[in-house]
Nanobody, 122 residues
Framework: VQLQASGGGLVQAGGSLRLSCAAS????????MGWYRQAPGMERELVAS???????NYADSVKGRFTISRDNAKNTVYLQMISLKPEDTAVYYC?????????????????WGQGTQVTVSS
């Protein structure tokens, strides 16, 4: 199984971007999906996560500006980002707790996507 992220780019402060991350492979079930980011010299931090039922969780720094959503039929998670700030500049990574066909355990391992660069200019 793998996660493929897309949608990053260069945008001016105040602009918007939409990130997508699609899971593929022999997937049996997907639990929580999320977005993390890592700026140069900084630790990776949680941006937002969403349960299978659609319950979101956000970092305080992005509340009111970012919206996470998912399409379970497409095994895809999205991150809509508005009012972007230079401090949002980072590599954004998606992750998901996924069970492959025949997994057979109640807890799922976490998979990570390859990262997509978001750069916000001032």
């Amino acid at each position: 199984v793998q996660l493929q992220a897309s949608g990053g780019g260069l945008v001016q402060a105040g602009g918007s971007l939409r990130l997508s991350c699609a899971a593929s492979g022999s997937i049996f079930s997907i639990g929580v999906m999320g977005w993390y980011r890592q700026a140069p010299g900084m630790e990776r931090e949680l941006v937002a996560s969403i349960t299978y039922a659609g319950n979101p969780n956000y970092a305080d720094s992005v509340k009111g500006r970012f919206t996470i959503s998912r399409d379970n039929a497409k095994n895809t998670v999205y991150l809509q980002m508005i009012s972007l700030k230079p401090e949002d500049t980072a590599v954004y990574y998606c992750n998901a707790d996924m069970a492959t066909m025949g997994w057979g355990k109640p807890s799922y391992p976490t998979y990570w996507g390859q990262g997509t660069q978001v750069t916000v200019s001032s």
